[in-house]
């Protein structure tokens, strides 16, 4: 119908109502009724002979032909609206908006017509995009508008990066294509060949310019669409449930809506809005970024095999009976008798309404006839907005209530007790369970663990937490166990006076390695618990915490490269490497030194020197330190950060579902190792002597001769 893209105002109604009329032969003249073309008398259309000139061409004045609207193209495809003029008022929840609440118009929400929540504070529009008179054949065009032909790789040499043949804008102007530019929606099925043809959001802006304060931009870009922060809430009432199990008196289904508080139809209605569900979606190009999508739950009749729809005559049937409802079903669904059914009676809530209308539905010949449920994805793309209304605070994703694990809601009732299955599209990603909720309803609670996704300040995998506590906790109570043993054994207990010598132990280098190293891993200690757990320190901010821990991080690693390189140029290396030969019985001795001697003032083990600093509990510890836990550490960290770089090196050893978790584990046991070498350094005959060593290099230490042999076997090797 060429009359309804191409002339200001088409008379759309009155099409419908003639189709429905099966009067179709008109059904296109009837576009032109209130153009002064076309008259209606009684019901008949006429042509206008005033609207004709003597030779039967169309009159000057009434020839109005355009290219194609904002407003045509809403005659079909949802709400439009074009001025600012004229309040926007949007009732009802029955159109094409209805599957998504998508509304393209240009008008501030606070200006609308509509009784929307907390409307007063809504400055944005509707979509940004219509503000900035952006029109829906600007990017859905026609295919061959030599403006905005692309061309394919299919069409054209593999190599080709941009073909600058087009067609002559005469000729398009004298032939334009009909099949027009456009994505890959969710629920479409019409004119798959010509999905991904229009430009994304991508093709028209560049994010990397205006995404500065966004840590991890690439892997933001590559996993989460556009409109997942730019679309984050929809403010028309959009379909949750669609009910044709039943029917009411005028032959149609029930049908229940998000997204407002009460009757859609009535102008005084609430409406809150909905925050659209992000699942992930994969692209025909390629990756599977999160984007926003409305959830549709639709229970409906079948019959015979294979499974056909049962016809809306045939249901009608099993209901009614002329304008009312037939005695049995009446009988059976009217709760309070009041001789009609309101909408929370005309449900299949119980085993009897069930099979009620089934016996209804074998009584008119149909065979088997049983209900069937699902539920479909609808893709949202419009409604964009952007500056201080798109999603920028980071804890809305990477938090506890993380809207990505956000249940919605399916259905507020299940009629049959039919659970619904996802239906279509399997490039929508729906690992999550359907549950029910305390008032008989349905959900959908996101998995997003099954889908691959791992969030940080939302996933973490609970053994790894708990056994990471559990060091922690185990190494504090052991730590003050044994604190406390010592002070009490030191009340109790005269001990022996033991000679110390003052010995110069550490080096400049060593000490500024230590305290580096030790101040750098604390703040990565700390500043990880705030990225792991992000709502237990509301008052850091989190995209600031990701950045320092970046940075810590490298310093971390060139630190530990240095003091690698100085170690094993020093021949310092051999201070952490266990000797075999009689290893273990040194061990023990000094741990039952530890567990039983230390209460009592024994002398240690083995005496601590420049060239031997460590005792052989020590050399075990930190020979797993620095070979095991530092560099797994070192390697998770990494590989989490370039994760935006080189993903598929971390996705090859699992992606951060599997590198997260080894890092947070590591993490916990760098913090316990750390309460329990701060106690360590209290063991000697100072408690801080350790600590005032470490700074300005000078020990005491015990000279009580009882390692001399080893320390000559040292100096040899």
Not at 77 to 106: M, Q, R, Y
């Amino acid at each position: 119908n060429c009359f309804l893209c191409h002339i200001p105002n088409p008379n759309n109604e009155a099409r419908i109502e003639t189709l429905a009329a099966g009067n179709f032969k008109w059904a296109n003249t009837a576009t032109l009724l209130g153009t002064g073309i076309v008259t209606d008398t009684e019901g008949e259309l006429a042509w206008n002979p005033a609207a004709f000139a003597p030779d039967g061409t169309l009159a000057q004045e009434y020839v109005t032909m355009q290219d194609p609207s904002n407003s045509n193209c809403g005659q079909c495809h949802g709400a439009v609206h074009t001025t600012n003029d004229e309040p926007l008022i949007e009732t009802g929840c029955d159109s094409e908006t209805a599957t998504t609440g998508e509304i393209f118009a240009p008008q501030r929400l606070n200006k609308s017509g509509m009784n929307l929540q907390d409307k007063e504070d809504l400055s944005r529009t509707w979509d940004v995009h219509a503000e900035r008179v952006v029109d829906c054949v600007d990017c859905h065009a026609s295919l061959n508008n030599p403006v905005y032909f692309q061309g394919t790789k299919d069409d054209t040499i593999t190599h080709l990066v941009f073909d600058a043949r087009r067609i002559d804008i005469g000729d398009y102007l004298y032939q334009p294509l009909h099949q027009f530019a456009k994505g890959a929606a969710a629920q479409s099925t019409v004119a798959p060949e010509f999905n991904n043809t229009m430009r994304r959001c991508e093709g028209c802006h560049d994010p990397t310019a205006v995404h500065e304060w966004l840590p991890y931009k690439e892997a933001h870009f590559a996993n989460v669409s556009c409109e997942s922060c730019h679309v984050p809430k929809m403010y028309a009432p959009a379909v949750q449930q669609v009910d044709w199990t039943v029917v009411n008196t005028d032959g149609q289904g029930q049908r229940v809506c998000r997204g407002v508080e009460g009757d859609p139809h009535d102008i005084n209605t609430l409406i809150t809005g909905f925050n659209p569900m992000l699942l992930s979606y994969q692209r025909p190009e390629g990756g599977d970024p999160l984007a926003p999508f409305n959830l549709i739950s639709s229970w409906y009749w079948v019959y015979g095999e294979p499974e056909r729809p049962v016809r809306l005559a045939d249901l009608q049937a099993a209901y009614l009976d002329g304008d009312q409802y037939r005695e049995d079903v009446l009988s059976a669904f009217d709760s309070d008798s009041s001789g009609s059914l309101d909408d929370t009676e005309l449900r299949l809530d119980t085993p009897d309404k069930t099979a009620i209308i089934e016996q209804n539905l074998i009584d008119l010949g149909l065979d088997t006839p049983r209900i069937k449920a699902e539920v479909q994805p609808y893709s949202i793309n419009h409604g964009v907005t952007n500056g201080e209304w798109a999603t920028k605070e980071c804890t809305a994703c990477h938090g506890q209530d993380s809207r990505i694990a956000a249940p919605i809601q399916l259905a507020a009732y299940v009629p049959g007790g039919v659970m619904p299955q996802f239906f279509g599209d399997a490039a929508v990603a729906h690992a999550g369970e359907i549950v029910t909720d305390d008032d008989g309803g349905l959900l959908y609670q996101p998995n997003i663990a099954k889908e691959g996704i791992y969030i940080f300040g939302y996933n973490s995998v609970k053994w790894v937490d708990w056994l990471g506590v559990l060091a922690l906790v185990g190494t504090t109570l052991g730590v003050f166990a044994h604190a406390g043993l010592r002070f009490y054994s030191a009340a109790k207990t005269v001990h022996p006076h033991h000679r110390y010598e003052r010995v110069y132990m550490y080096t400049v280098y060593e000490r500024f390695w230590h305290w580096l190293q030790a101040a750098v891993i604390f703040l990565l200690i700390f500043t990880g618990l705030i990225i792991h757990k992000p709502d237990m320190f509301g008052v850091f901010s989190f995209p600031y915490m990701v950045q320092v821990h970046n940075v810590l991080g490298f310093i971390l690693l060139v630190n530990a490269f240095l003091a690698g390189f100085y170690h094993l140029a020093s021949g310092e290396i051999r201070q952490f490497i266990p000797r075999p030969r009689g290893f273990f019985d040194q061990m023990m001795s000094q741990a039952l030194f530890y567990l039983r001697g230390i209460f009592k003032g024994d002398p240690h083990p083995f005496e601590k020197s420049p060239q031997k600093k460590l005792n052989p509990l020590q050399q075990l510890t930190y020979f797993g330190l620095l070979n095991v836990l530092l560099p797994l550490q070192v390697i998770t960290g990494v590989l989490i950060w370039g994760m935006q770089t080189w993903p598929q090196l971390g996705n090859s050893l699992g992606g951060l579902p599997v590198l997260a978790p080894i890092h947070s584990l590591i993490a916990w046991l760098l913090a316990a190792f750390i309460i329990m070498h701060v106690y360590l350094t209290t063991t000697g005959h100072k408690p801080l002597g350790g600590i005032q060593s470490m700074i300005d290099g000078w020990d005491e230490v015990e000279a009580n001769g009882h390692s001399s042999s080893e320390e000559e076997e040292s100096t040899q090797t």
